[in-house]
């Protein structure tokens, strides 16, 4: 039976009120049920018909939990609102939290960081100051927060893996051994090569669920699914809600195949799962161009949700990429242009060439190339647009990029026909001038795609650079001493990208971003030295902060703070002074209340 949601019509509604005691056995039974802890499915709650359903908030949390369980995000969140109000009329503060540890938890995964942004920050006030009266759902919400970087580098909160931990547990000392089975199987997606399940409390827990899960299908499957660490029979994985047949295949079997059904188009981590698969099929096949528009959104969907195996999923699809784009690049070498590319533009694919001769680029602090046998060079352009087009071609994935992703970045607006009289003779310039340095011919035009052949060169800065930097970035959640060696290899690599070239638009913004991560890692380090006690370090990391960014109050407000947990208050007055100074001369004002009340509240 299927009830359509709505507004009841007058004669509906007359019938309703007319019958609205048969249905009194019915919510009272399931309601019993709801508080000794037993599910209510979905098929359960359809028969009442929606109106009558509705007024019983108990029952409207019981759908919400169906909504959640079966991946309908969309329903789930519109149920969890209606059931909001239901119980703030009732004024059930704690029913209140649990629906919102429900929405919280919702916005993870459906990576609305903007709406999640103050359920999450309530929840962990809530979780800090009355953790005991807290659902499951909100360290759970909390875990998967902390986990996408959703709280902030002052989050305040333990690691993942004890919030996951508290959230089971909560779950056990409400009686609802099916959402403990839950958050146990979402641990283990969450990083399936990390063996948490072996952990003592783990392992009590599981004991538990052996005892008090139901012996329904669903509450099997999950028993032999956790007992099994996540690899269980085929049969038994289909007995799972939609959301994780589909996750265990993709995350514990590698078989992400098939696309995953509609009603999961909400949940972005099912949806980088079912990317990061076709991203995978359309590398193997050779789909250069669909790849890339696969990474891009493989790579959005993790800058939404987070978790180790997201990360080094991520970071195996990169090499993937890589590699299939060397590969092509070498097939390309062996191939020569067509007669009418070879008319039009006088290329040739470039040859091989030693590995003794391969070049070390430099891009950061001045363009200089140099090779194994210490052999220095310094290009000199004709016209700039030589030396700009070949450091734009460095700074792109396998060194090469679409014909008219060069003509928009670096020739901008203008008459097509013109554009093209551009490239050709700014392509002309860069050959001859690198053809000066003893390359042999290393651009090459096929296809549409304008490159450099990666067998000449070794390394860019720049590129290394960035790596560094993104791997930390990665790390940072789960790692943090791993995040910071690479951070700390990272930062003496940084300075001014490409100085001969001044006031490019493109180049302006690359800059920018370099800007912003050698200010993100200067942050993390000082916060990863304050964790460990390391006053030298953390101070340093400041210090090198506010020399990068002398007009960013938040770097002289953590200076303020480490001075003052140092007890050299003194010291704080002197760096409170020079940033009042600094706002005075460039801002004619003063600097926040907030920063003030630091020293002298």
């Not at 004991?207 to 032999?224: I, N």
């Not at 008319?343 to 060439?353: F, W």
């Amino acid at each position: 039976m299927t009830i359509e949601r709505g507004e009841p019509t007058m004669e509906y509604n007359g019938k309703l009120s007319q019958n609205a005691d048969a249905w009194t056995d019915s919510v009272l039974s399931l309601e019993r049920a709801i508080l000794d802890g037993r599910r209510v499915s979905a098929d359960m709650l359809a028969v009442i018909p929606a109106a009558i359903r509705n007024s019983s908030p108990l029952l409207l949390q019981a759908e919400c939990e169906e909504g959640l369980l079966q991946g309908r995000l969309g329903d789930a969140k519109r149920l969890i609102e209606s059931a909001l109000r239901a119980f703030a009329a009732q004024a059930n503060e704690q029913a209140m939290l649990t629906l919102m540890g429900m929405l919280g938890l919702l916005y993870q995964q459906v990576g609305d960081r903007s709406d999640s942004t103050p359920v999450i920050d309530f929840l962990r006030t809530e979780w800090a100051h009355s953790g005991q009266a807290c659902s499951g759902f909100v360290p759970w919400a909390l875990a998967r927060a902390l986990a996408g970087g959703g709280l902030g580098e002052q989050g305040g909160l333990t690691a993942p893996e004890e919030l996951f931990q508290a959230a089971a547990y909560r779950f056990r000392e409400e009686g609802k051994p099916l959402w403990a089975a839950i958050v146990m199987l979402e641990r283990l997606l969450y990083d399936p090569q990390r063996d948490a399940l072996a952990d003592p409390e783990w392992r009590l827990l599981l004991q538990w669920l052996g005892r008090s899960l139901d012996d329904t299908s669903l509450g099997e499957a999950l028993k032999e699914t956790l007992n099994a660490g996540g690899k269980p029979k085929d049969e038994t994985i289909e007995l799972l809600p939609a959301r994780y047949v589909y996750l265990v295949n993709a995350i514990c079997f590698g078989r992400a195949n098939r696309r995953p059904p509609r009603s999961l188009d909400d949940d972005i981590e099912v949806q980088f799962y079912a990317a990061a698969a076709e991203l995978r099929r359309g590398l193997q096949r050779g789909d250069d161009s669909r790849a890339r528009e696969l990474f891009q959104a493989v790579e959005g969907y993790a800058a939404l949700v987070s978790s180790p195996e997201i990360k080094r999923r991520l970071i195996e699809l990169e090499e993937l990429r890589i590699q299939s784009i060397r590969e092509e690049a070498a097939e390309s070498a062996r191939t020569q242009p067509d007669a009418e590319e070879q008319q039009k533009l006088a290329e040739q694919e470039p040859p091989s060439v030693p590995a003794d001769r391969r070049w070390r680029v430099q891009l950061i602090d001045g363009l200089r190339f140099s090779a194994a046998d210490g052999q220095v060079a310094e290009p000199v352009w004709k016209r700039r647009k030589a030396g700009e087009l070949l450091v734009y071609l460095l700074l792109q994935p396998a060194y090469k990029a679409n014909r008219e992703q060069v003509l928009e970045r670096v020739f901008g607006e203008g008459e097509s026909a013109k554009q093209s009289n551009q490239l050709y003779v700014t392509l002309h310039d860069l050959r001859h001038t690198l053809r000066e340095m003893g390359m042999s011919d290393p651009v090459y035009v096929k296809r549409g795609v304008i490159g450099l052949d990666e067998q000449i060169i070794e390394h860019v800065d720049a590129e290394a650079y960035m790596t560094l930097s993104r791997v930390g970035d990665q790390l940072w959640n789960d790692d943090r001493e791993a995040a910071c060696r690479l951070y700390e290899e990272a930062l003496p690599l940084y300075g001014q990208l490409a100085t001969e070239l001044p006031n490019v638009e493109w180049l302006e913004r690359t800059r920018e971003q370099m800007l912003d991560r050698q200010t993100n890692m200067l942050k993390r380090l000082a916060i990863y030295y304050t964790e460990l006690r390391d006053e030298v370090k953390a101070e340093q990391a400041l210090s090198e902060w506010i020399g990068l960014r002398p007009k960013q109050e938040e770097a002289y407000e953590a200076m303020i703070r480490h001075c003052l947990a140092k007890g050299h208050r003194a010291e704080a007055i002197g760096w409170y002074k020079r940033l009042e100074r600094m706002y005075e001369e460039e801002f004619g004002s003063e600097p926040l209340e907030e920063t003030r009340r630091l020293l002298w509240n």
